[in-house]
């Protein structure tokens, strides 16, 4: 299994730019896809971004992109979301999630691990 902490939340205005990080252990890195996801109060889970075992390759939601990007690190362990002019709506507990498929998925339930969220609140 592997074990997930997310850190980088911040309150911050809209416009700025905050960098998301997700630590993971406990396994082999490489041989998980890794994803972001965020959940605001009263809504579903919600596809942010998304990138293959080897980094090749990435899918982001409609709505972030050009403005986030999903990378990761398989030497640290690590999966990042870069954030640029955030907005109101983008508020959010923002989680990272691991698929031991190669496929990447948009779905939360083909997501088998998860971290505990990291909040990010976005003021206009």
């Known amino acids: 299994q592997v074990q997930l902490v997310e850190s980088g939340g911040a309150l911050v205005q809209a416009g700025a730019s905050l960098r998301l990080s997700c630590a993971a252990s406990g396994s082999t890195f490489t041989y998980y896809s890794m994803a972001w996801f965020r959940q605001a109060p009263g809504k579903e889970r919600e596809f942010v971004a998304a990138?293959?075992?080897?980094?090749?390759?990435?899918d982001g939601a409609e709505s972030v992109k050009g403005r986030f990007a999903i990378s990761r690190d398989n030497i640290r362990n690590t999966v990042t979301l870069q954030m640029n002019s955030l907005k109101p709506e983008d508020t959010a507990v923002y989680y990272c999630a691991a698929n031991d498929d190669s496929r990447l998925s948009r779905r939360p339930i083909d997501y088998e691990y998860w971290g505990q969220g990291t909040q990010v609140t976005v003021s206009s």
């Open positions: 990138i293959t075992k080897s980094g090749a390759r990435t």
